[in-house]
């Protein structure tokens, strides 16, 4: 199959598996002869009835999920307070959640293939909604230790379901919409963004109507739902299932891989550092309780509906990278602003509103194009076009965010008791100033390398073949 379609930084169309079926094969490679001289945008009207399903599950699952996930968040240290526990203790409970999908992130992007998206995401989604539904009955719990373990242990079991359906997920749209990951995974965010800012109060009318257990029982409930209608709305992945020889190791050996996932850490680390710093910073305004809430909401507002339009950028234009430099030092910009910086005039509220939003909308331009900068990178590093380097990627995604999601709250309280939310909000600019440093260095270096025509017809789909050669050609090849 000779095309000259350059991919100027998108993810490639993906390439079949050795073992396919020989007229899949040729219904594939003629879908993309008629289409590969034109770019078409994503519309969800001209999906096929197959990939709209797919859509809108993902999309419903990962609302309803984050939902689920956040809506202890008014309560529960109240409620784990009057059981022996501490604030430190309470503290790690929500953050073992975090670590937990860090660490075993990787581990399901390895062996995705070998148990299938579809299972993994299915359980996944299951265990997430089975553990929320148990969490609901731990106010009967012994007070004290027993009480704190069965926290953790409900709390670090739910954390692996998640990790679970959400690498499956990621998987899944690289798979379902090759041309379009950017455009769907922002979307996908705008979903998981509402389901953030929605829990809470969720969380909290559905306690003050029923207790404890209410919310837990009735959003484990609609997540044991989302698990069973996946079932049949999912698709299922007819890929051979065939002995893999990559891993997440040799990924890490690519140094574009590296500056991504700093980028990746610095976004996500800059999200949950606002969580425990944020409030007290702003009640040197005399602000009520209910305004505070109404400021927490202007950054996830502004990345959850700026997200798609991000994706639609990154996959319409291919310059992943230049909007990834851009919302790095813009977003180092921002949070320069909302301490200020003790070398800045002093502090206003409307400089802190203004800034919350541009924090939402910068790191938004520096994480949505994330995960295909990774998938371009496998790509170079002679990984196949196939399921199993899509779940090895998104596994890796998944484990950097949730880093930052674990380091950010945690150091930035040490941060901003020891040294004041002015230095504490620099530092965290800084760190988005060195990851724009270094992807704008790494595309000084390698634009040589990365404008020669990277042709479609490098691509060869090999009917009946066992040789392990990667799709690129070898690896001295692809590096080449």
Known sequence: MEKDLEVNERTPILADSVTCNLAIVEKKIANHDENSNEKVDFSFKKLDHKKKLTFVTLAFVNFCACTCFSLLAPFFPREAESKGASQTVVGFIFGCFEFVIFVSSPIFGTFLTRLGPKFVFISGVFVCGSCSVLFGLLDRSPSGTIFIVMCFLCRSVEALGCSAFITASFA??????PDHVTTVFGTLETFSGLGLMVGPPIGGALYELGGYGLPFWTLGGLCLMCAMSSFFFMPSNDEARQPYKGS?????TSMEVWVTCFSI??????????????????QEFNLSTLVVGFIFLAAPAVYGFTAPIWGW??????????????????SCVAFLLMGPCPLLPPLTLWLNVISLMMVGLFVGCALIPTITCLLVAARRLGFKENLDTYALVSGLFNSAYCLGTFVGPTLGGVLKEHFGFGWASSLVAAMFLLAGINLSLFICCTKPCCCRGDKRSEYTILEGSNDSTPIGGSLEETRA
């Not at 997440?248 to 890490?252: A, E, Q």
């Not at 996500?268 to 910073?281: C, E, I, K, N, V």
Request: glycine share 10%.
């Open 172 to 177: 899944i749209v690289a798979y379902s919409f």
């Open 265 to 282: 850490f610095c976004g996500s680390f800059s999200l949950g550092f606002l969580d425990p710093t944020l409030a007290s910073h702003l």
């Open 313 to 330: 950028v990154g996959d319409a234009k291919g310059q992943i990278k230049s909007l990834m430099v851009v919302g790095n030092f813009m």
């Open 248 to 252: 997440v190791f040799t990924l890490l």
